[in-house]
């Protein structure tokens, strides 16, 4: 069965710095990937998808993520923080034997120190 | 597009009473999903909706859950004889369906109290 599996359930940047947030996959299929973005009392929002055109994926916001098959790794990353980047960040995978069941992982909570 | 809606937004509700939640997905989306998140964990997966058809429901959705969605539109979930361990947001969320990586677009959610 597939999962994801995120490192770190909270991280600290200050503004202006590296984001790095990470995500680990396991599928025995090519899998398609998710990044999606949950502001406090509100529904995710979709940053980037990766569905095997391009390993490098830009999304909203600035964020990117980079997949790589060697790894079984879908990181995101930004290059600079804004204080705006504040919230949970969670990684997710199409089930298998679905085309429409996604797999959350338990999500990082990103804090931007001022 | 206006997006997902889900109402209401909070429901506070004492332990056995029965509630309905709401969902209007975005017009054109034939897929349909709801999903709960419990604090500090990701969403997981409840039932899926085809248009009108209930195509998969989940064995966390247990035989006091139900959840319908009559004309293809908007759908309902509603939980009968509620426990402290439904308090949970709810999310809905929809998506067109067109091939296997159609985004889902999720609402705002509506999150569950019992007391």
């Known amino acids: 069965a597939q999962s994801v599996t995120q490192l770190g359930s909270h991280v600290s940047v200050s503004e202006g710095a590296l984001v790095l947030l990470r995500c680990n996959y396991s599928s025995s299929v090519p899998p398609y990937l998710f990044w999606y973005v949950q502001y406090p009392n509100q529904g995710l929002q979709l940053l980037l998808k990766y569905t095997s055109a391009a390993t490098l994926v830009k999304g909203i916001n600035g964020f990117e993520a980079e997949f790589k098959k060697s790894e079984t790794s879908f990181h995101l990353t930004k290059p600079s923080a804004h204080m705006s980047d504040a919230a949970e960040y969670f990684c997710a995978v199409i089930e298998e034997d679905s085309s429409y069941k996604l797999i959350f992982g338990s999500g990082t909570r990103l804090l931007v120190r001022p | 597009d206006t997006g997902v809606s889900q109402n209401p937004r909070h429901k506070i509700t004492k332990r056995g009473q029965n509630v309905t939640f709401r969902c209007d997905p975005i017009?054109?989306?034939?897929?349909l999903y709801w999903y709960r998140q419990t604090l500090g964990q990701g969403p997981e997966f409840l039932t899926y909706f085809q248009n009108e058809a209930q195509l998969e429901k989940s064995r966390l959705l247990s035989d006091r859950f139900s959840a319908e969605r009559p004309k293809g539109s908007f759908s309902t979930l509603e939980i009968q004889r509620t426990e402290q361990g439904d308090s949970a947001m709810y999310l809905c969320a929809s998506s067109t369906g067109q091939g296997n990586n159609s985004p889902l677009h999720f609402g705002n959610g509506t999150r569950l109290t019992v007391t």
């Open positions: 017009s054109e989306h034939n897929r």
